[in-house]
Nanobody, 124 residues
Framework: VQLQASGGGLVQAGGSLRLSCVAS????????MGWFRQGPGKEREFVAG????????DYADSVKGRFTISREDGKNTVYLQMNTLKPEDTALYYC??????????????????WGQGTQVTVSS
């Protein structure tokens, strides 16, 4: 299984970016998907998760109301729409796949496959 994340970049505070993550080697329609991030000198943290079928979503408090996770199973793709970006959102963003038939989980140790990360930098 490979996860390929893209869409990162440099943006000014208040701007928007959309991250994409394409999975290959597995049809992930029955899996949960998540986005995590790791900022400079920080631990990896949960950002957002989505269940199989998209029926359940979960967000970290720090991004709730600004970020939206969605999935398009026909394209084996999960997205993270990020609006009203802040400098503290600067991090390497990872997508991850959890072979889990249930609500998305927040613990990164639960996820089975990881993408390579895409850098998001928000300038003030």
């Amino acid at each position: 299984v490979q996860l390929q994340a893209s869409g990162g970049g440099l943006v000014q505070a208040g701007g928007s970016l959309r991250l994409s993550c394409v999975a290959s080697g597995r049809t992930f329609s029955s899996d949960a998907m998540g986005w995590f991030r790791q900022g400079p000198g920080k631990e990896r943290e949960f950002v957002a998760g989505i269940s199989w079928g998209g029926g359940y979503t979960d967000y970290a408090d720090s991004v709730k109301g600004r970020f939206t996770i969605s999935r398009e199973d026909g394209k084996n793709t999960v997205y993270l729409q990020m609006n009203t970006l802040k400098p503290e959102d600067t991090a390497l963003y990872y997508c991850a796949l959890d072979v889990h038939y249930g609500p998305p989980r927040r613990e990164y140790g639960e996820y089975d496959y990881w993408g390579q990360g895409t850098q998001v930098t928000v300038s003030s």
